[in-house]
């Protein structure tokens, strides 16, 4: 294999997409698609999110200490690209009413359609420049039930939920296929919410 130097970027290495559920000040529930999730090991798993500039969300975790993290799969992606492209401030974000219930240990908002919910409680966060990484505990996991089948291979129980992913600024179905550039699916969740 032949090797040439590319530019600095994170580019052909595919990442989760996860919808991150705060409430606002007025209760009502509020997502913003991030990418930037792993874990960490501190005497038992741990999420370590990373958010960028300024947002909505961001300013949610800090005040309240927890959040939601929604897996996003194929069903879901037109309402997670509106929420990954309408500033949480824009009257639009506030049309976006997703069906949600509450968490069984955190006060966070859960999309019923995500298949694989956490429930966070930040603990730690970590300044940068130009992003913050808040290191959380995982307080529960609401899953699917197909998800618990231990019937199914791993594979058949994954093919199931249809998770995505992104890379390039595309995203990508588990299979592989473009599912459209960032900012395209969004016009199908506008032209059904009306």
């Not at 927890?66 to 639009?92: H, K, M, Q, R, Y």
Request: charged content about 20%; glycine content about 8%; overall charge negative.
């Amino acid at each position: 294999m032949t090797k040439v130097a590319m530019p600095i970027s994170n580019h052909f290495c595919p990442q989760t997409l996860f919808l991150y559920g705060t409430y606002r000040e007025d209760g009502t529930p509020n997502f913003g698609l991030f990418c930037w999730i792993s874990y960490f090991w501190e005497d038992e798993l741990g999420v370590m999110a990373c958010l960028g500039g300024q947002k909505l969300t961001k300013d949610r975790i800090r005040q309240t200490g927890e959040f939601s993290a929604n897996l996003v799969i194929e069903a879901l992606l037109p309402l997670a690209d509106a929420c990954g492209n309408i500033p949480g401030t824009d009257p639009a974000k506030r049309a976006i009413q997703p069906d949600t219930i509450p968490g069984q240990v955190l006060h966070v908002p859960i999309l019923n359609e995500s298949p694989w919910s956490f429930e966070l409680q930040v603990i730690r966060e970590i300044p940068l420049q130009g992003s913050d990484i808040f290191l959380c505990k995982i307080r529960n996991i609401l899953a699917d039930e197909r998800l618990a089948d231990e019937t199914k291979t791993i594979q058949e129980r994954l093919q199931s939920i249809a998770p995505i992913s992104t890379t390039c600024q595309t995203y990508f179905s588990f299979t592989g296929k473009s599912l459209g550039m960032w900012g395209e699916p969004q016009q199908a969740y506008r032209k059904q919410a009306g």
